[in-house]
């Protein structure tokens, strides 16, 4: 079983930059692959991004691509997720959970969220 915690969200203005931190607690993080989702009020929980476990594999949804990155540090049992040009639209909660894919089925261990709140 893993346990995860977000952190690192906050209120920005839009323009801004954020990073996200998620860290694991419990079995080998290593061996997990990690993705990010969003979720805005009365929306449907939306992929972000995910990354393999060995960080050689990366996609992202097409909302974020090219302003955000994700990556981890497999040391510290840590994903990161580092958003650029942030736009009103990012407006979300954000969580870090493990599995692989696009689809939040597809994820089994889930963090209790971070707020992410850009205005224009």
């Known amino acids: 079983q893993v346990h995860l915690v977000e952190s690192g969200g906050g209120l920005v203005q839009a323009g801004a930059s954020l990073r996200l931190s998620c860290v694991a607690s419990g079995d080998d993080f290593s061996g997990y692959a990690m993705g990010w989702f969003r979720q805005a009020p009365g929306k449907d929980r939306e992929f972000v991004a995910a990354?393999?476990?060995?960080?050689?594999?990366?996609y992202y949804g097409d909302s974020v691509k090219g302003r955000f990155t994700i990556s981890r540090d497999n040391a510290k049992n840590t994903v990161y997720l580092q958003m650029n040009s942030l736009k009103p639209e990012d407006t979300a909660v954000y969580y870090c959970?493990?599995?692989?894919?696009?689809?939040?089925?597809?994820?089994?261990?889930w963090g209790q969220g971070t707020q992410v709140t850009v205005s224009s």
């Open positions: 959970a493990t599995g692989n894919g696009r689809k939040s089925t597809e994820y089994e261990y």
């Open positions: 990354i393999s476990w060995s960080t050689w594999n990366t």
